[in-house]
């Protein structure tokens, strides 16, 4: 069975106030993905509201196989909200899943 890591922490360079998600749900392995034994990479592209809640998700690249699977996911973060003595607002960051199937399921 194949498993699937997000790697957080790319967001823009600019963006002094990138918040960093508190609730990460996994997506899950493609099933065809896993019997073509494909692996890879997908970068996201995550609108965040100021209460933390993922507003949009675009895939920025990555295999189509995993794409959807990446997007789901994404969906059900959570980040932090603005910090109080700031102006409530919205962020944009990057984040990439990695999907890597277990050795064991290669035989």
Partial sequence: MG?????????????ASARQPIKIVQPKYPKFAE???IEGSV??????????KVQKVRTVSG????????EEAAWQ???PPSPGNQPPTSTV??????F????????
């Fill in 3 to 15: 498993e699937s890591s997000p790697a957080t922490g790319l967001a823009d360079k600019d963006q």
């Fill in 35 to 37: 019997l073509r034994r």
């Fill in 43 to 52: 970068l996201l592209e995550l609108h965040v509201d100021a209460l933390g």
């Fill in 63 to 70: 295999n189509s196989l995993l794409r959807e699977a990446a």
């Fill in 77 to 79: 973060w959570q980040y």
């Fill in 93 to 98: 960051t990057q984040v990439r899943v990695n």
């Fill in 100 to 107: 890597k199937l277990n050795p064991e399921s290669r035989r």
